[in-house]
């Protein structure tokens, strides 16, 4: 039975008290596996960590209710950073904090226009090459902090995951990257070692994030600096939330609105900008650390934002002490249970052009740490592997009817900017019969490349003498002639 939209979006936020609990116990787990990467993250921007983390609080709230895909976590991800970065270094926090309220007046403006529908050109094959890219990226962030540490450090990762593992076991009543957490600190606090701590991160916020404006001039100069970096942002981020929507809903095996997650990220960025943040999107690792611990519904995404809060501002005392070799252990199990592991196997099992897209997918990202970049790689190889293997299925046949002096050509396959070429090259143009005849009922044209293809041919075939007759033209390449190439004429 399918429910209306009021009804599907309540069940989004409540559906029991077994799934309200797991919502906001998962949420707990995803905000401290946000902390260390947003902190990370804000260096990379050169921006200050509060600047970051008050994004995160108020893109969480925001998308918490206007998000299209629930179980979502997203906040300042590295992404984005990396664009920002030289706005920064150029220009200030002023001019980041006006490209960020441009960039998710950009999103909006993509949401409303359903470009949403550009995810449809990203194959499997670039999709699994995202999360596999995305998990070795989580792991490598975490070795900094395995470098030059005490042996202490190594002694409470290795506790860490034990925890991990090895509590659901006993009990999955509390996630157990929460008891890592509690237990490793408690720990720390009662033996006092030689390790890295959040405190040791950056400067935690003290304060609650306030509303205002950027403190730029506007004005036609600003925008000409800021739009180009907006824009960026603008994509980059949507490319990103866009496909952690579309992992979460394989992980949930449902649904979810694109077009609607567009314009909350563009509404979510707006509200950071006027929050003294940074621009964000969807965060896939903390979004698959947030469902796999039981997070399904927008709960879990809201919960995320305000534990957030709460930890940074009235627990910040108690937050500052917690080991970051608790965090380092959570973030492996998060790339860990990220890397889609089937894909090895599937590398030997499906055709060799999808594994090739899926490795020059990991391998770009992995390499520019931008996944944008890795993605965009991955769809132009899909697109070329694609043509090339449609190409191959339009083949042009002859014979010679001597009764009539013709010579007929029946064309079969798919006739557009790839295959024009070879399209044009099956035809004899010295051929010395008075007539030709191209039969096009198994075939179709597609662009205008293949109806300049077809008018070429024919018009030369016509110089050399020969009479020329079109037929089996379906209806859309009719048309298509009759617009772009009228000198063709087309037998009834």
């Known amino acids: 039975m399918n429910m209306t939209p009021l009804a599907r979006y309540s069940a989004e936020w409540f559906t029991g008290v077994a799934a309200a609990r797991r919502d906001v116990l998962a949420g707990m787990v995803a905000t401290f ?99 596999n890219a995305l998990a070795i990226l989580i792991f490598s962030a975490q070795v900094p902090q395995m470098l030059g540490v005490s042996w202490h450090s190594y002694a409470m990762i290795a506790g860490g995951l034990a925890i991990i593992y090895l509590v659901p076991r006993l009990t999955k009543a509390i996630p157990s990257p929460l008891i890592c957490i509690v237990v490793l600190t408690a720990i720390s606090i009662a033996f006092p070692m030689p390790i890295h701590t959040v405190a040791d991160l950056g400067r935690l916020p003290d304060a609650l994030p306030k509303f205002g404006l950027p403190a730029v001039p506007f004005d036609w100069k600003t925008l000409r600096i800021v739009a180009p970096y907006a824009f960026a942002m603008a994509a980059v981020g949507l490319l990103e939330s866009m496909m952690t929507a579309s992992v ?12 609607r997650e567009c314009t909350g990220l563009g509404l979510a960025n707006v509200a950071a900008g006027l929050f003294g943040g940074i621009a964000g999107c969807g965060m896939i690792g903390q979004t698959v650390g947030n469902v796999r611990y039981g997070g399904r519904g927008r709960l879990s995404t809201v919960v995320a934002g305000v534990f957030l809060l709460v930890v940074m501002v009235p627990l910040r005392h108690w937050v500052a002490q917690v080991p970051v070799a608790a965090l380092v252990a959570i973030m492996i199990m998060v790339s860990i249970s990220t890397f889609s592991w ?115 041919v024919v018009t030369k075939m016509r110089r050399h003498g020969m009479v020329v007759e079109l037929v089996g033209l379906n209806e859309a390449s009719a048309i298509l002639i009759h617009r772009h190439a009228p000198q063709v004429r087309v037998a009834d």
């Not at 998308?63 to 970065?85: D, K, T």
């Not at 979460?248 to 077009?259: C, I, M, Q, R, Y």
């Not at 769809?379 to 449609?390: D, E, T």
């Open 248 to 259: 979460v809903d394989d992980l949930t095996e449902s649904s979810s609105s694109k077009a």
């Open 33 to 131: 596996a946000l902390i260390p990467e947003v902190i990370a993250f804000s260096f990379v921007a050169g921006i200050d960590p509060e600047v970051g983390l008050f994004a995160s609080f108020v893109i969480g709230i925001v998308l918490a209710f206007a998000g299209g895909r629930p179980a979502v976590i997203s906040g300042a991800a590295g992404s984005v950073a990396l664009v920002a970065a030289a706005l920064v270094h150029s220009h200030g926090l002023g001019y980041l904090l006006a490209a960020t309220l441009l960039a998710g007046m950009f999103q909006i403006v993509f949401g409303l226009v359903k470009l949403d529908v550009l995810l449809r050109f990203v194959s499997r094959s670039v999709r699994t090459g995202f999360v």
């Open 342 to 456: 089937g894909s090895l196997r599937d590398l030997a099992r499906h055709p060799k052009v999808s594994g090739i897209v899926m490795l020059a997918t990991v391998a770009v990202t992995v390499a520019t740490h931008d996944l944008s970049a890795g993605v965009g790689v991955g769809v132009v190889l899909s697109g070329v592997f694609f043509a090339y293997k449609v190409t191959r299925l339009m083949h042009v046949a002859t014979r010679y009817d001597a009764a009539t002096d013709t010579r007929i050509y029946t064309v079969t396959g798919q006739i557009f900017f790839a295959s024009a070429d070879i399209f044009a090259d099956r035809f004899d143009l010295r051929d010395t019969a008075g007539a030709a005849r191209i039969d096009l009922t198994a075939a179709h044209l597609w662009d205008v490349t293949a109806t300049g293809a077809l008018e070429d």
